[in-house]
């Protein structure tokens, strides 16, 4: 049976434009492409963090495709520097492997380390297929899809939340800063080592979205593991120790 933590975050860039709304009012726009380019304008609208840099400047419609798996139709648009991107409705799964609706269930109750063998006899489909939906989460960058329309936030707050994988205890490096989940990555143990690993995940990502990023101050509890591992990740950081632990 399939276990193991998320893989790492995706080195291939995923050119897909995810935007809410419902199968029944999607089913009626995507056929025309006038209905399809004032339903994305509004969403950009609403909510531009969504969209990628460039789009500000126009876009065109490149081509359509109907997925065999679920047999969903997608458009692709064309920005002005040339990139493709996929408008991607929110009631489908990334890589268009099952509805939302379908899969919100039993991801629920893999929050308490329900068997993968247990979903299939509930739910159906198989253990692998159960893996790879929980495991596709952790290809996408963090930062890169909460930044786009704002700097990264230079002053963090750094913890690890303890949780279990297939029983056993795990730590959750995570990193907020300006209202906003920024990192979230298992790590095995509290460790100086396992912790930069962990949260270099973060750096790593909030590198490529700013190359010049570097955090100016980060707040954690003083556990020694998780300030080392700033230390070394971040060689300027301020670190701060949390008023309440302290």
């Known amino acids: 049976m399939p276990t193991g933590p998320a893989t790492a975050p995706s080195k291939h860039d995923n050119n897909t434009i995810i935007l809410p709304i419902s199968q029944d009012q999607y089913g009626e726009i995507v056929p025309s492409p006038e209905k399809m380019r004032d339903w994305i304008d509004e969403m950009y609208h609403q909510h531009p963090e969504i969209f990628p840099v460039g789009f500000e400047r126009g876009y065109r419609f490149h081509d359509d495709r109907t997925g065999d798996k679920l047999g969903i139709r997608l458009r692709r648009i064309t920005l002005r520097n040339g990139k493709h991107w996929t408008i991607q409705p929110s009631f489908v799964m990334p890589y268009m492997t099952a509805l939302t609706e379908d899969i919100e269930n039993a991801l629920l109750l893999r929050k308490w380390s329900v068997p993968y063998w247990a979903l299939v006899k509930i739910f159906g489909k198989d253990d692998n297929f159960w893996h790879r939906i929980e495991i596709r989460f952790g290809r996408y960058s963090i ?56 949260y270099g995940v973060f750096k790593e990502e909030a590198l490529t979205v700013d190359p010049e990023y570097a955090p100016e101050t980060v707040n954690t509890d003083g556990w020694a593991g998780t300030m080392g591992a700033w230390r070394a990740l971040f060689v300027n950081v301020v670190l701060i120790r949390c008023f309440l632990h302290a």
């Not at 930044?147 to 907020?176: M, Q, R, S």
Request: net charge negative.
């Open 143 to 198: 930062v890169g899809t909460t930044v786009k329309t704002v700097d990264i936030p230079t002053d963090l707050l750094a913890d690890e939340h303890h949780e279990k994988n297939n029983g056993e205890k795990t730590y959750i490096a995570t990193t907020v800063g300006g209202g906003c989940v920024l990192g979230a990555e298992v790590c095995m143990s509290p460790a100086t080592d396992d912790l930069k690993k962990a």
